[in-house]
């Protein structure tokens, strides 16, 4: 039986192409495939997210946040993935942050058999480092980028203090995002 899915996750807008490639468990949460996302992609888990599924809107209840915009939204604690996603070039939507709108392609590429020597989830391949939070979406993080490859640039030494230091956008480090993966795992 596959009760594997692997998933390619693609940052919209962004050329090259920003991607992961995951291995996850059909039985996850989608509260624990947002988890997955935010270690994949290098993000902090730092703004509000939501997964739209055929007009179907799964995220996290919050309260304080009257987000529905008339629509019902369903408990990402709740939803098994593999409720939704069960079959090859299935797609689905990820919004990270709504005030920079990162949005993200899920696609399932793939479904295997569960390989009782590997640890789930699991990252597979991946391109160029995740943008740094905060820098405006994908408009301000190519502004960013060029402002950082200008030395002359006025704004350079105020963005890399920003920043906290050098920003390498072909950066990706899988060794990195499994170490950290491996503690979902548990």
Same mark, same amino acid.
Request: proline fraction near 5%; glycine fraction near 8%; include cysteine.
């Given at each position: 039986?596959?009760?594997?899915? =692997?998933?390619?996750? @693609? &940052?919209?807008?962004? $050329?090259?192409?920003?991607? *992961? *490639?995951?291995?996850?468990?059909?039985?996850?949460?989608?509260?624990? /495939?947002?988890?997955?996302? =935010?270690?994949?992609?290098?993000?902090?888990?730092?703004?509000?997210? %939501?997964?739209?599924?055929?007009?179907?809107?799964? #995220? =996290?209840?919050?309260? %304080?946040?009257?987000?529905?915009?008339?629509?019902?939204? /369903?408990?990402?604690?709740?939803?098994? @993935? !593999?409720? +939704?996603?069960? $079959?090859?070039?299935?797609?689905?939507?990820?919004?990270?942050?709504? #005030?920079?709108?990162?949005?993200?392609?899920?696609? +399932?590429?793939? @479904?295997?058999?569960?390989?009782?020597?590997?640890?789930?989830?699991?990252?597979?391949? #991946? $391109?160029?480092?995740?943008?740094?939070?905060?820098?405006? !979406?994908?408009? !301000?993080?190519?502004?960013?980028?060029?402002?950082?490859?200008? $030395?002359?640039?006025?704004?350079?030494?105020?963005? +890399?203090?920003?920043? !906290?230091?050098?920003?390498?956008?072909?950066?990706?480090?899988? %060794?990195?995002?499994?170490?950290? &993966?491996?503690?979902?795992? *548990?």
């Amino acid at each position: 039986m596959d009760t594997i899915l =692997q998933l390619k996750i @693609l &940052l919209r807008g962004t $050329k090259p192409p920003i991607w *992961r *490639r995951v291995l996850v468990k059909k039985t996850i949460t989608f509260e624990a /495939l947002h988890d997955v996302i =935010q270690i994949a992609m290098g993000w902090t888990n730092s703004h509000l997210h %939501e997964f739209a599924v055929n007009g179907t809107r799964i #995220g =996290q209840p919050l309260d %304080e946040f009257d987000l529905s915009y008339g629509e019902d939204l /369903l408990d990402e604690s709740t939803v098994i @993935l !593999g409720s +939704v996603l069960d $079959k090859v070039k299935q797609q689905i939507n990820y919004t990270y942050d709504f #005030g920079d709108s990162w949005e993200h392609s899920i696609m +399932v590429e793939k @479904l295997h058999p569960d390989d009782t020597t590997m640890f789930y989830p699991a990252c597979i391949g #991946g $391109k160029l480092n995740c943008p740094p939070e905060d820098c405006g !979406g994908i408009p !301000g993080f190519y502004e960013l980028q060029a402002i950082l490859a200008d $030395k002359r640039h006025p704004d350079r030494r105020e963005m +890399v203090a920003w920043l !906290g230091g050098p920003y390498d956008a072909q950066a990706f480090d899988q %060794e990195k995002v499994n170490r950290q &993966l491996s503690r979902l795992s *548990r």
